[in-house]
C-alpha cells in the first residue's frame, strides 16, 4: 500500500526565512509526485511533478527536489501570500495509478 | 477558461437524508475524479471516470455512495442516507488524460446534522 508522511504538520516562518518542507513516500514503483497548494475555502493548485530521483523543478519562489524516498519543497525568502497548506501526493504503477495517494499536509503561515 | 465548478459549494442536511453534489469539469478533460477530505486526513480517492470506459468505483466507502457522468462531462455524486461520518468536504478533479495533473474544483462542505 502506497504512503506518504509530510512533515512538519505546521510550520510558522518570518518574512524572508527560507525553509523546506519534507513528503516522505512509499510506493512500489513511483510515476509521479505531485505537490499542490490549497488555500483555506479552496481546492488544491497544481504547483510541480516529479518523475525521477535528481529531478528539480523551480517556479517563483519555491523549488521542488526528489530522491527514492522524499521529496522537499524549498521555500525561497518566502513573502506571506505563500501561506497555505502544501500537500504532496504519489502516483504508484499498474491499473489503478491514476489513484493518487495524498499526505496530510504542512500547513505553512509567513508572519510579515 | 473556467476551471472545474462544484455546486452547491455549502450543504447541510439532516441525518438520513440523501444528497447530491454536481461537478462540472473542464471542457475537453476526459478523465474526472471525486476525492473526499476529512479534517485532518488526507485526500481520500472515492472514483474515477476515463471517458466512456466503466467508473472505478473502488474507493466508494459503502453502497450509500454512488456516482455517474453523463455525456462523458457533467458528473454528479449521490449519497444515500447519509450518516454524520459523511461531513466532509468533497472535491472533484479532471485532467486531460490520466496522467495529467489533476485541475480541483472549490469542493462541497457537506455537513450532516
Known amino acids: 500500500e502506497d504512503q506518504v508522511t509530510q512533515s512538519p504538520e505546521a510550520l510558522r516562518l518570518q518574512e524572508g526565512e527560507s525553509s523546506s518542507l519534507n513528503c516522505s513516500y512509499t510506493?512500489?514503483?513511483?510515476?509521479?509526485l505531485f505537490w499542490y497548494r490549497q488555500d483555506p475555502g479552496k481546492g488544491p493548485e497544481f504547483l510541480f511533478t516529479?518523475?525521477?530521483a535528481g529531478e528539480e523543478k523551480e517556479k517563483e519562489r519555491l523549488k521542488a527536489t526528489l530522491t527514492k524516498k522524499e521529496s522537499f519543497l524549498h521555500i525561497t525568502a518566502p513573502k506571506p501570500e505563500d501561506s497555505a497548506t502544501y500537500l504532496c501526493?504519489?502516483?504508484?504503477?499498474?491499473?489503478?495509478?491514476?489513484?493518487?495517494?495524498f499526505g496530510k499536509g504542512t500547513k505553512l503561515s509567513v508572519i510579515p | 477558461g473556467a476551471g472545474v465548478s462544484q455546486s452547491p459549494s455549502n450543504k447541510v442536511t439532516e441525518k438520513g437524508k440523501d444528497v447530491e453534489l454536481r461537478c462540472d469539469p473542464i471542457s475537453g478533460h476526459t478523465a474526472l475524479y471525486w476525492y473526499r477530505q476529512s479534517l485532518g486526513q488526507g485526500l481520500e480517492f472515492l472514483i474515477y471516470f476515463q471517458g466512456n470506459s466503466a467508473p472505478d468505483k473502488s474507493g466508494l466507502p459503502s453502497d450509500r455512495f454512488s456516482a455517474e457522468r453523463t455525456g462523458g462531462s457533467v458528473s454528479t455524486l449521490t449519497i444515500q442516507r447519509t450518516q454524520q461520518e459523511d461531513s466532509a468536504v468533497y472535491l472533484c478533479?479532471?485532467?486531460?488524460?490520466?496522467?495529467?495533473?489533476?485541475?480541483f474544483g472549490n469542493g462541497t462542505r457537506l455537513t450532516v446534522t
Open positions: 516529479l518523475y525521477s
Open positions: 510506493v512500489s514503483g513511483l510515476r509521479g
Open positions: 478533479a479532471s485532467s486531460v488524460t490520466t496522467n495529467s495533473p489533476l485541475h
Open positions: 501526493a504519489v502516483q504508484g504503477p499498474g491499473a489503478g495509478s491514476y489513484q493518487l495517494t
